[in-house]
C-alpha cells in the first residue's frame, strides 16, 4: 500500500496551498480531488470567474453608459458579445486552474483525481471511475470546502432558479432576476447581470445589506448600488421559490409573490463534511455542520487536522490559506499560526468595499473606547483623475493606545488599498504610524492615509 506523509482531501485554496507548503517543507505529499480540474470552488465556480466576469461586465457598463465621453472619447456601435465573455472567463479559471497541476508537478504532490474517504486512523481511500485504491497517511488533512445552502421551499432546478454556479454561465442576458440574500455573491452576481441589463431585485431578510460589513459603508454601498439600478427589498423573508410556466415565482413572508424571468440563491455557504469518513475516526461535525478543531487545526481525531470552509470562521478562499500553511508547518516544525483578527474581507462590486478588523458596532457591543477618521475620495487626486469619486476611508482607532482596530473602505480598488491597513494591523499599528508613513502623490493610496491623520483631526485636504 502507497504511503504518504501528509494526505489532503480537497485541492481548492485551502488544500493545494497546504499540499505545496507542506512538499516544500519536505513531505511527501498526496492531494485527493473530486473534480477534473485543480483549484476548488474559488477557482472553478468562485472568486475567480465572478471576478472575470465583474470586470468584463464593468468594461461594458462603462463604454455603453457613456461614461468613456467625460474623458473625450466618442464610441460608437457598442455590442455586447455575452458568448466571447463567457469564454474569457472559461480561459482566466482554465490559466489558473492548469497552473495549479503544474505546481503540483513543481512540488512533487502527488495528486489522485476521485473522490476521497477517511476509512479509520491513517488510511484514506480514493474512489475513482476504475475502482477504489487504499492509502496510507501519516497526518490526514481536511480541505473540502463549502457548498451553496438550500432554503426550504425554494425548488432549485439548476437552470431558471439556481445558485451561483448557474449565474456563472447564463447564455443570455435574463430580463429580469430575483436574487435571494444581500451578501457577498447576492451583491456580486446580482451586478454582473445589472449591468449586462437585467433588471435585479434583490431580497434580504435583514433590515441591511452585507451582514457583517460596518453599517455606515453597507449603507452607503446599498445607495450607489441603487443608483446603479440594483433594487433592494429589505426585511424580507423568502418562503419559497418554483417555476411557474415561463416565469419563476417567489413567495414571500406576509407579502405578495414576486416573479421573474430567473432566480439566483444566495443565502450562503455549508460546509461539505458528507461522506468523506468522518465516523470512521469518530468525527462528530457542530450544529452548522462544521467540524471542531483547537487551535493548531486539529480534529478530534489523531493525526486528522482540518481547515477553511470545513471549519469555524470567516468562508474565505485566503483564510482558508493561512490555515493549510499554518497547519502544515504545525505539523512539520512544531510552530505555525493564523492571526484571525486581521483576515481582509473584500466585496467586488463597483466601487469596491474592503475591510480589516473591527466595525463601530463590533468596537461598541464590546465597550472599546475608539476614535475614527474619515476621509472621502472625492477629496483625491487619483480618483478625481479616475473619475472615480464614490466613496471613503474610515479607519478606528484605540482611544487610549491609538492602535489601529479596523479599516473599512467604499471605493475604487479598496479591495487592493486593505493590505496597507491589513499589513499596518499585523505590525501593531498605530493611526499615527500609518498617517507618518510616505505615501505616493498622486495615488488612491493617500485616502488611507488621509483617514489616518483623520482619527487626530489633521486631514489636509478637507
Ligand atoms: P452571505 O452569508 O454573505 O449572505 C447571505 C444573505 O442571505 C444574508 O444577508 C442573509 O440575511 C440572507 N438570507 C438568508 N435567508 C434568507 C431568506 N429566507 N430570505 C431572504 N434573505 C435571506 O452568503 P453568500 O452571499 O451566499 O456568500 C457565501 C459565502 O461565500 C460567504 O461566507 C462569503 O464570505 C463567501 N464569498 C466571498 C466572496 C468574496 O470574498 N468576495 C465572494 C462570494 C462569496
Not at 135 to 156: F, K, M, N, Y
Request: proline letters at 3%; aromatic letters at 4%.
Amino acid at each position: 500500500m502507497v504511503k504518504h506523509d501528509l494526505v489532503i482531501l480537497g485541492a481548492g485554496p485551502g488544500g493545494y496551498i497546504a499540499a505545496i507548503r507542506a512538499a516544500q517543507l519536505g513531505m511527501d505529499v498526496a492531494c485527493i480531488e473530486k473534480e477534473k480540474a485543480l483549484g476548488g470552488t474559488c477557482l472553478r465556480i468562485g472568486c475567480i470567474p465572478s471576478k472575470a466576469l465583474l470586470d468584463s461586465s464593468e468594461a461594458w457598463r462603462e463604454v455603453s453608459s457613456g461614461g468613456l465621453k467625460a474623458h473625450g472619447v466618442k464610441v460608437g456601435g457598442v455590442e455586447l458579445d455575452l458568448k466571447t465573455m463567457m469564454k474569457r472567463k472559461a480561459r482566466v479559471v482554465s490559466a489558473l486552474t492548469t497552473g495549479v497541476a503544474g505546481l503540483f508537478k513543481k512540488n512533487k504532490v502527488t495528486r489522485y483525481t476521485g473522490h476521497g474517504r477517511i476509512a479509520g486512523a491513517g488510511k484514506v481511500v480514493v474512489e475513482t471511475a476504475d475502482g477504489k485504491e487504499e492509502i496510507e497517511a501519516e497526518h490526514i488533512l481536511i480541505a473540502t470546502g463549502s457548498c451553496c445552502a438550500e432554503l426550504p421551499g425554494v425548488e432549485l432546478d439548476h437552470d431558471r432558479i439556481g445558485t451561483s454556479t448557474e449565474a456563472l454561465s447564463y447564455q443570455a442576458v435574463p430580463e429580469s432576476l430575483i436574487v435571494i440574500g444581500a451578501g457577498f455573491i447576492g451583491l456580486e452576481l446580482g451586478s454582473v447581470w445589472a449591468r449586462l441589463g437585467a433588471k435585479v431585485t434583490v431580497l434580504e431578510y435583514l433590515d441591511r445589506i452585507l451582514p457583517g460589513v460596518d453599517l455606515e459603508l453597507a449603507n452607503a454601498m446599498r445607495k450607489i448600488l441603487a443608483k446603479q439600478g440594483l433594487s433592494f427589498q429589505l426585511g424580507v423573508k423568502v418562503t419559497g421559490a418554483k417555476v411557474v410556466g415561463d416565469a419563476c415565482e417567489v413567495t414571500v413572508d406576509g407579502g405578495d409573490p414576486v416573479t421573474a424571468e430567473r432566480v439566483l440563491l444566495a443565502v450562503g455557504r455549508k460546509p461539505v463534511t458528507d461522506d468523506i469518513g468522518l465516523s470512521t475516526v469518530g468525527i462528530e461535525v457542530d450544529s452548522r455542520g462544521r467540524i471542531p478543531v483547537d487551535e493548531h487545526l486539529k480534529t478530534g481525531a489523531d493525526g486528522v487536522y482540518a481547515i477553511g470552509d470545513v471549519i469555524e470562521g470567516p468562508m474565505l478562499a485566503h483564510k482558508a490559506e493561512e490555515e493549510g500553511i499554518a497547519c502544515v508547518e504545525r505539523i512539520a516544525t512544531g510552530y505555525g499560526h493564523v492571526n484571525y483578527g486581521v483576515i481582509p474581507g473584500i466585496v467586488y462590486t463597483h466601487p469596491e468595499v474592503a475591510a480589516v478588523g473591527k466595525t463601530e458596532e463590533e468596537l461598541k457591543e464590546a465597550g472599546v473606547e475608539f476614535r475614527k477618521g474619515t476621509f472621502p475620495f472625492i477629496a483625491n487626486g487619483r480618483a478625481r483623475a479616475l473619475g472615480e469619486t464614490d466613496g471613503m476611508v474610515k479607519i478606528l482607532a484605540d482611544a487610549g493606545t491609538d492602535r489601529v482596530l479596523g479599516v473599512h473602505i467604499i471605493g475604487p480598488r479598496a479591495g487592493d488599498l486593505i493590505a496597507e491597513a491589513a499589513a499596518a494591523m499585523e505590525y501593531g499599528a498605530t493611526s499615527e504610524d500609518i498617517a507618518r508613513t510616505c505615501h505616493a502623490h498622486p495615488t488612491l493610496s493617500e485616502v488611507v492615509k488621509e483617514a489616518a491623520l483623520a482619527v487626530s483631526g489633521r486631514a489636509l485636504h478637507l
